[in-house]
């Protein structure tokens, strides 16, 4: 099994991979430090500890909390099939300068949509990132039906 | 590392992975081209170019775009499990005419799921498609289980 | 490829993997189940055979739909982060015993997770489950970071 991970591009996969995993991981908390500082929840228990007057305007939403899982949810849609298809694009065994340009213009792309969502950046910025890795998958997904197609 | 993609059974997993994943990213665009057609966007910084008074009512649902966003959230729920458990089924060595049963069921249930919700097509027809596809992953899940179970 | 399945790190992941991808593919018939008794449906091709006067209101969100679409939501930002990253660091060829203590630890965190969610038990125990899987996923992550880095 050790095997897999003695592969350059293997290794180099595995690293991107984490690293944009852990990223998607740390909106949860954000979304976490949002709901509790802006106070805005989604359930009755959460707010059970309040002054019974209060707890009814903490059930509600706040455009900040919003924008965290909108983040989130991008993430969810792009990061996950990043590591489907990354993985099975990493067993076709492409070139190892190839496949590191794949990866880190990935990690990079996903890392600028995340400061250009969070911060509100001025458009086209977020779009730009966001279409860039969307390229990156569609260009591994495109390797590796190319490279084994079995219908 | 080849090894993996000279197995047939894995070179059929890897073709309708990447398929179905594909699929799925493209339901992005397509709620982009919805957002911008029918003029309905999530952020302030989408609509800067536009007018000033023009901007508050683009910040709004449309119908449009919230049934492809439900169709992506519904592929999120049953394409990534799939490639998930496909990918362990798959390394469990399955006879190659019962994997691709598996994997071609469940493609096609997929592609007439997205059809069925983008035309809003008279139910059952996308109930049957979504549950197709369910027990495909159940029944996936099912023979990992049963081949492999260590507690 | 049956060499990755002898190894026993590697037939416990993919137990503990199928049986929490298992657990969210159930949130899918719950919500089914939620969305039918309690009349509360998404679409209007969903309604189309009730009688014409009923249909609009059964076009309605309601909160027990939402609770328990709330936790597939938060399966999905946990459970699927678990099942790649779980897949990678089990490829760095860990400890069977730490290992086993991941895995153990996560399956019993999401499974507290659902039942504090869909009986909304008292926080803080929800909080508490999210969190605890929440950190198998950081140190499985740290794991295989300090092992493979190819940056």
Not at 36 to 42: E, L, N, Q
Not at 69 to 85: A, G, K, S, T, W
Not at 121 to 139: E, I
């Amino acid at each position: 099994m050790a095997k897999l991970m003695e592969d350059e591009v293997f290794k180099a996969f595995t690293t991107y991979a984490v690293i944009v995993v852990v990223k998607m991981l740390l909106m949860a908390p954000l979304t976490a430090f949002y709901r509790i500082t802006r106070g805005a929840f989604a359930n009755e228990e959460d707010v059970a500890i309040k002054p019974a007057e209060e707890r009814k305007k903490l059930l509600r939403n706040h455009p900040d909390v919003e924008r965290v899982r909108r983040c989130h949810q991008n993430d969810l849609e792009n990061i996950i099939p990043f590591v489907l298809v990354g993985l099975l694009y990493t067993l076709t065994g492409p070139v190892l300068s190839t496949a590191l340009l794949h990866f880190r213009i990935f990690a990079g792309s996903r890392i600028c949509h995340t400061i250009a969502y969070l911060f509100s950046l001025p458009q086209p910025s977020r779009a730009l990132s966001w279409v860039v890795g969307l390229l990156v998958n569609f260009s591994m997904s495109y390797n590796v039906l190319s490279t084994v197609l079995y219908l």
